[in-house]
């Protein structure tokens, strides 16, 4: 059975900083394009960032470039999400999730990941 569990939201100040994370089990990881998306309240699920099966590449919604970085650890079955310069405009539950086949024109697709963790809340308080 797999499990994807996000760990490290929370309330910060604009300006401060989150690191998020999340833990995949029940799959082989390192087959698997690892995504993170997020969605407010009355708003669609949005793609935040993607690194492929070996961390070799990653990818970013311009609205987060230069502020967030993703990364992964294979041998632990992990993705972390580094947020940076935080905007009250980034308050979402932020979800991971875990693709296989993956199509790089497609990495902010939610139809593209077959996994789903059940999210965590990031509040950014003015």
């Known amino acids: 059975q797999v499990q994807v569990v996000e760990s490290g939201g929370g309330l910060v100040q604009a300006g401060g900083s989150l690191r998020l994370s999340c833990t995949a089990s029940?799959?082989?990881?390192?087959?698997?394009?690892m995504g993170w998306f997020r969605q407010a309240p009355g708003k669609e699920r949005e793609g935040v960032s993607c690194?492929?099966?070996?961390?070799?590449?990653?990818y970013y919604a311009d609205s987060v470039k230069g502020r967030f970085t993703t990364s992964r650890d294979n041998a632990k079955n992990t993705q972390d999400l580094q947020m940076n310069s935080l905007k009250p405009e980034n308050t979402a539950m932020y979800y991971c999730?875990?693709?296989?086949?993956?199509?790089?024109?497609?990495?902010?697709?939610?139809?593209?990941?077959?996994?789903w963790g059940q999210g965590t809340q990031v509040t950014v308080s003015p």
């Open positions: 999730a875990a693709a296989v086949p993956w199509s790089v024109a497609r990495w902010d697709g939610t139809g593209s990941y077959n996994y």
């Open positions: 690194i492929s099966w070996s961390g070799g590449s990653t």
């Open positions: 029940g799959l082989t990881f390192d087959d698997y394009a």
